[in-house]
């Protein structure tokens, strides 16, 4: 079993910049590939970014390229979102999801475990 603990979101303006933690729990962090994902007021759960087990691999959504950054600190058993120059359409809850086996950065189904998420909330 692992546990997933995000913390970090807050109400920023927009231009302004955020970083999430995603604390984990329970297994070997190194074992598993971490992402995150967002879910909007009345929209489905979206990809943001992924990071994969070792080599430090990361993917992003079109949306948050060049402006988001995923990192992994194995020791610490965390995974970071660094988020800048934010927009009014990044508010969402962010949740961080291991993936343990096969793994597809962008497909939910590819991800074992999901924290309770945590609130950003962008004004424009």
């Known amino acids: 079993q692992v546990q997933l603990v995000e913390s970090g979101g807050g109400l920023v303006q927009a231009g302004d910049s955020l970083k999430l933690s995603c604390a984990a729990s329970?297994?070997?962090?190194?074992?598993?590939?971490m992402g995150w994902f967002r879910q909007a007021p009345g929209k489905e759960r979206e990809f943001v970014a992924a990071?994969?087990?070792?080599?430090?691999?990361?993917y992003y959504a079109d949306s948050v390229k060049g402006r988001f950054t995923i990192s992994r600190d194995n020791a610490k058993n965390t995974v970071y979102l660094q988020m800048n120059s934010l927009k009014y359409e990044d508010t969402a809850v962010y949740y961080c999801?291991?993936?343990?086996?096969?793994?597809?950065?962008?497909?939910?189904?590819?991800?074992?475990?999901w924290g309770q998420g945590t609130q950003v909330t962008v004004s424009s």
């Open positions: 329970g297994r070997t962090f190194s074992d598993y590939a």
């Open positions: 990071i994969n087990w070792s080599r430090g691999i990361t």
């Open positions: 999801a291991a993936s343990i086996g096969r793994f597809t950065p962008s497909f939910q189904g590819s991800y074992n475990y």
